[in-house]
């Protein structure tokens, strides 16, 4: 079916209107749709000084129009109580249990891109596991865009002693230029534990923007593991919040880029309370003209002593154009911690690497490519077995 013509979908009330009145949504969502599209005007694409001269601008999307007949497609098991229904659905049954989660305030610092998708969402998923569920067959929300933007708000929700794995699949081979917009934002209650694991092969015709944001109660545990294959353009941006002592949240970021793709990878993650863990590890291959900026804060606040932290960022230039800027940051109000350790590293592959694989046997090409295997590979391992074998024949077929 066609998609649905607006006005420009980045500065448009009607829109937004248009899509809470399709969804059913009560007049409080409404509200808050409004105020979002006031945020997303008002915010910079970057408000971090540290940032804003390594920040890609998305460019030529105001003409395209909003496609209200995209959906996500939802798999995994319904057993253990847990349920996961397209957003649209869970409204229309019981709106107000809802409300606590739709209108929480998750960020630490403002973002554009959270914004938009809470302004625009025309679909997306909602995940409720409830307390001590523990289900062991994956959840799966897969995005596959046409031409157009689709914008799609997730909210995933466990109740205490929870635990669950979700996969975000980002798909889509459109010949034309579109648009992703999506917001995933994670409530984990004490005890609480998720695998979220996130993979993007789509068209270099789109320009996919995400906002991933979570807060963390009492002991409860986050682990990511993302690969970042696809898209012409990526702005993503990751804001965890570890709230309440003894959070721990174990963040990683695979990039492969070639041709002209670009990346803008950001991630907050912010210590609020006491002996709270947390590690953050990014690592990018960039081949022909392909570009990344990889970012990343901790902030350990006042109150959170005996808190641990890494943050580490490392890239691979695999031609003279390639490029990647690395930024990792500490910002530490309580010196009273266990560890705040940053490191970064960007360089070119080795040649005498390249000349002992050789004298092994391998070609020019094999010896790089066997290094840029091995450099992404304990990254990859975090992907799970099968979701790791689709990222690695990707990783073969861009190559190529």
């Known amino acids: 079916m066609a998609a649905t013509t607006t006005r420009p979908i980045l500065a ?77 659905s869970a409204l229309g049954r019981d709106a107000e249990s809802l409300r606590p989660f739709l209108t929480a305030t998750l960020e630490t ?62 798909t889509g081979g459109a010949a034309q230029r579109n648009l992703l917009a999506m917001s995933t934002e994670i409530h984990l209650g004490p005890g609480a534990e998720l695998r979220l694991l996130g993979v993007d092969t789509s068209s270099h015709q789109q320009v996919t923007l995400l906002a991933r944001h979570a807060r963390l109660a009492e ?38 880029g070639s041709e002209a793709q670009r990346f803008d990878l950001t991630t907050y993650i912010t210590h609020q309370a006491p002996s709270t863990l947390s590690d953050a590890l990014s690592k990018a291959v960039m081949r022909d003209q392909s570009r990344a900026n990889i970012k990343g804060v901790i902030h350990i606040a006042e109150q959170a002593k005996d808190s641990d932290s890494f943050l580490a ?51 020019d090409g094999e010896a790089r490519k066997a290094i840029v295997m091995g450099f992404l590979e304990p990254l990859l391992a975090r992907l799970g077995d099968a979701t790791a074998e689709r990222v690695r024949q990707r990783v073969d077929a861009k190559w190529g």
Request: glycine residues 6%.
């Open 12 to 88: 448009s009330e009607e829109a937004a209107r248009e899509a809470s009145k399709r969804l059913g949504e009560p007049a409080w969502l409404l509200d808050q749709r409004l105020a979002s599209l006031r945020q997303h005007r008002e915010l910079p694409l970057e408000s971090n000084p540290l940032f804003t001269r390594h920040t890609e601008v998305p460019k030529d999307l105001d003409g395209l129009s909003l496609d209200f007949e995209a959906r996500p497609i939802l798999e995994g098991p319904q057993g253990a109580g847990a349920r996961l229904e397209e957003l649209g």
């Open 219 to 256: 002991g409860a545990k986050l682990s990511t593991a993302n690969a970042y294959l696809g898209s012409g353009l990526l702005h993503g941006r990751s804001d965890i919040a570890l709230a309440e002592r003894g959070a721990e949240v174990r963040h990683s970021e695979v990039v492969f």
């Open 109 to 170: 610092r403002p973002d554009k891109h959270l914004h938009l998708a809470r302004a625009l969402a025309t679909t997306g998923a909602f995940l409720h596991v409830p307390r001590d569920a523990h289900v062991a067959e994956p959840f799966t929300i897969r995005c596959a865009p046409r031409a157009g933007a689709m914008v799609a708000r997730n909210v995933l929700v466990f109740e205490a002693g929870a635990q669950a794995t979700v996969i975000e699949d980002l």
């Open 313 to 363: 960022q490392h890239a691979m230039l695999m031609s003279r154009k390639a490029r990647c800027i690395a930024v990792p940051s500490l910002e530490i109000i309580n010196r009273d911690i266990r560890r705040a350790k940053h490191a970064a590293t960007v360089a070119q592959v080795d040649d005498d690497h390249v000349f002992y694989l050789q004298t092994r046997g391998l070609s």
